[in-house]
């Protein structure tokens, strides 16, 4: 292995990963892998991925938290400009840890990289003044396969950093701002 360094089961949350790729620089720039089949396997993760997707948004942006009902997807996610915190809670039923939460930053700089198993639900806060944030996910878009949880549950009680985006207001899509309550998911 050696080209990346992976923290498993974060938080404590069995099948949550933390990566960090080996970076290669000079004066010219830098250099990176930020997928390798072989690598990730021996590190225990071996998912298809099937999908790359990106998007880009500004302070305060709060995307999720979402997941997906009938065709869940593995993630990997980095962010390639700016910085976001990025929060991955356990919905796997019967689960020791169905519930719980945990966040971590990703960053351009930091060149992180999250591993989100299935039936997780999975969000972040953009910290800097923009970012852009990409991630490969194991199964296709499917628009009516959608769901999520408030991002400010207090059953979940996910602690955002929202002290480093002072002045700014949190900014959500509509459909996030309607997001069920943790209680009214477990009792669908």
Request: charged share 25%; aromatic share 14%.
């Amino acid at each position: 292995m050696g080209k990346i360094k992976v923290e498993k089961d974060c938080g404590g949350i069995k099948g949550l990963y933390v990566i960090e790729p080996a970076v290669y620089g000079d004066a010219r720039g830098y250099f990176m892998e930020t997928y390798n089949y072989n690598d990730f396997k021996e590190a225990g993760i071996d998912p298809i991925f099937v999908q790359d997707n990106q998007s880009a948004s500004t302070k305060g942006v709060l995307r999720g938290l979402h997941y997906q009902i009938n065709y869940p997807q593995d993630k990997l996610v980095r962010v390639v400009s700016g910085e976001v915190y990025d929060v991955a809670v356990d919905l796997r039923e019967g689960s020791e840890t169905f519930g719980k939460w945990f966040g971590v930053r990703l960053s351009a700089e930091n060149k992180k990289q999250f591993f989100i198993p299935k039936n997780f639900a999975h969000g972040f806060l953009v910290l800097s003044e923009s970012a852009e944030f990409c991630y490969k996910v194991t199964d296709f878009y499917h628009p009516d396969d959608e769901g999520g949880i408030l991002w400010n549950d207090p059953d979940i009680g996910v602690e955002w950093p929202l002290e480093e985006i002072a002045g700014t207001e949190v900014l959500l899509s509509d459909k996030d701002k309607k997001q069920a309550s943790f209680a009214e998911y477990q009792n669908n």
